[in-house]
């Protein structure tokens, strides 16, 4: 059987990315355009400034990362574009890119989900054992998914609220931080103690939902109270304080969810990976538990086209595809 060679195709936030992954793991190419610089000068993604830029980089990207992979759209076996979730106008630039490359030239069209690109990111390190259970935390998202098969996808518990790295670039920007908050929450923490007192919200006695607006409230309560009673807070403290509750609820509900299905494997994905804290944390419950953790490295982590072409790969081979009606949807399910 020849290898599967597909492009794939990424603008659901804020960086525009296409790479190439050959049998769904090897890793061809993966090019990825920020838009940090942009954004961070607004706090925030700007959806409209999102948009026009994916516009303007998109073609580039792609003849980028078919070049690095010395490979050319006729050799393509599918394009895998992530339709959703995501900011409706930046991934319909992508899904329109992916079409227009797909009517030209026949190659076939893959919709895949942000979701389960970022767990895929993983198949890019070491091929998918199953069953297992993944924690994908990112800006958008925070969630709790198993997963039998490839392709084959069940929540286990979500976000009412604020995802986990929402909460992070919040709470950042409460603190005076520059955007994105997360990596700098994180450096700070390390130098603090978890001296605050901050509430973690677990629900329901079995609940593997998460909920982060009541953390970030009491974030801005303390803030606002020593304000009024002009007291110094300490930064490093607060972060400490603020990382751990946000940890102890993702850790502890993570391994319930590993128990509850009985798996022995936990994967984790999505840009929250990359803290520090987190990963220390699974490690070590991980292995006092003898549950088989897997990290993807921090490249891999964050939002690239490559994880998109693997998860593609599995709907290209189960002949899930996707016409030229094909629409980007902000709210897909998974
Ligand atoms: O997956 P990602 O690149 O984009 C989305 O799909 O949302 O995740 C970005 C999120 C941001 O909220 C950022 O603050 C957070 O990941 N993040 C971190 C760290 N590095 C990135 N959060 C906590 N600690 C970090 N070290
Ligand atoms: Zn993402």
Redesign the pocket.
Known sequence: QKETLLLGIET??D?TAAAVVRGGTVLLSNVISSQMDVHRKFGGVVPEVASRRHVERMTLIIQKALEQAEVSLDDLDAIAVTQGP?LVGALLIGVAAAKALSFATGVPLVGTH?IAG?IYANHLVKPLEFPLVALV?????TELIYMEHHNQFRRLGRTRDD????A??KV?RLMGLPY????H???LAAEGKPAYDLPRAWLEPDSLDFSFSGLKSAVIHLLHNAKQRNEEINSADLAASF?EAVLDVLVEKSIRAVKMTGVKRLLLA???S?????RIRLHQRCEEEQINLQIPPLEL???NAAMIAAAGTYQYLDGKFADLRLNADPNLPL
């Open positions: 659901s936030c960086e995501g942000h970022h935390v990112s800006g958008g998202h995802a986990a790295g929402e992070f670039d950042a994105p908050g997360g990596p929450i994180d450096r990382q999505g840009g929250v990359a803290n520090s804290g987190l982590c964050t939002d």
